[in-house]
C-alpha cells in the first residue's frame, strides 16, 4: 500500500517528500533527458518536465542551427546571446526550445497553458490562482503571454540561480501589485494559492487557519520597522538570516 507521499512522487516527481533522492534507473531514462538537466533540477520543476516531455525525442544532435527559428513567429533572440543570460548549456536551451515550440507553436506561453500544467501535476487540489500568481511572475512586461526568452531567464533563476536571486525572484512572486512592497494579504493570498493546490493530500494535515498562522509569523519577523509592509531588502535579509524561512522556501520550490 503506497503511502501519500510515494503516491505523489509517483505522479509528479516530487512536492514535499525529497526531491533529487530518487536515483534515475536507467530504464527511465528517456530520450528527451539527453541532454539532460541536472536530476535535481528535473525532479523540482514542474515547467521543465512539462517542456522537456513534449521535446522531440529523437535528433537531440542534429538540431544545431538556431534553435529552428523559422518554424515560430515569435522568434527567440540568438542562441549565444541566450546562453550568456542564463546558466544553462546549448544542449539544454535546444531541448527546452523544442519543447517549447511544440507545446506553443506560436513561441508564446499564456496563462491559461500554465493553469493547465499545475493542474495535471496537482490534480488533488485548485492550481488555478497559483498559477495565475505564477504567470503573472514570469509576464514581466505585464502584456498576457511570455516568450521563450522570459521562460527560460526565469527557469535559469528558479533552477541555477543563487540563493540572493532566487529570494529577489521570489520577493517579485509575493508583490502582486507590483508597488516593491509585500503586504501581509499579498503574502496570505499567495500562500492560500499553495495550500489550496496541494489540496488535503499535505503532511502533515493542515487546519483550516494554517496558512494564516504561518503568513504571521513570517510577517512578523520580515517587517523588521513594523510599518506594515515588506521591503525587498527586508525580505532579503530576514530569509538569508533566518533558517527557518530558508527551509520554508523548499515548499516554494517545489511548486515551481
Not at 4 to 14: I, L, N, R, V
Not at 108 to 120: A, G, R
Amino acid at each position: 500500500q503506497h503511502s501519500w507521499k510515494e503516491a505523489m512522487k509517483t505522479s509528479d516527481g516530487s512536492l514535499l517528500g525529497d526531491p533529487g533522492r530518487r536515483p534515475l534507473r536507467k530504464k527511465e531514462g528517456v530520450k528527451w533527458q539527453r541532454p539532460r538537466l541536472t536530476r535535481q533540477a528535473l525532479m523540482r520543476c514542474c515547467l521543465v518536465k512539462w517542456i522537456l516531455s513534449s521535446a522531440a525525442p529523437q535528433g537531440s544532435d542534429s538540431s544545431d542551427s538556431e534553435l529552428e527559428l523559422s518554424a515560430v513567429r515569435h522568434q527567440p533572440e540568438g542562441l549565444d546571446q541566450l546562453q550568456a543570460q542564463t546558466k544553462f548549456t546549448k544542449k539544454e536551451l535546444q531541448s527546452l526550445y523544442r519543447g517549447f515550440k511544440n507545446e506553443c507553436p506560436t513561441g508564446l506561453v499564456d496563462e491559461d497553458t500554465f493553469k493547465l500544467i499545475y493542474s495535471q501535476f496537482f490534480p488533488q487540489g485548485d492550481a488555478t490562482t497559483y498559477a495565475h500568481f505564477l504567470f503573472n511572475a514570469f509576464d514581466a512586461d505585464g502584456n498576457g503571454s511570455i516568450r521563450f526568452e522570459d521562460f527560460v531567464v526565469g527557469l535559469s533563476i528558479l533552477l541555477r540561480g543563487t540563493v540572493h536571486e532566487k529570494l529577489k525572484w521570489a520577493f517579485n512572486l509575493y508583490d502582486i501589485n507590483k508597488d516593491g512592497y509585500i503586504t501581509k494579504e499579498e503574502m496570505l493570498a499567495i500562500m492560500k494559492s499553495i495550500y489550496d493546490m496541494m489540496g488535503r493530500h499535505t503532511y502533515p494535515v493542515l487546519r483550516e487557519d494554517a496558512p494564516r498562522e504561518h503568513v504571521e509569523r513570517f510577517f512578523q519577523k520580515m517587517d523588521r520597522n513594523h510599518d506594515g509592509v515588506v521591503t525587498m531588502d527586508e525580505f532579503l535579509e530576514t530569509c538569508q538570516k533566518d533558517e527557518n524561512i530558508m527551509s520554508s522556501m523548499q515548499l516554494f520550490e517545489n511548486v515551481i
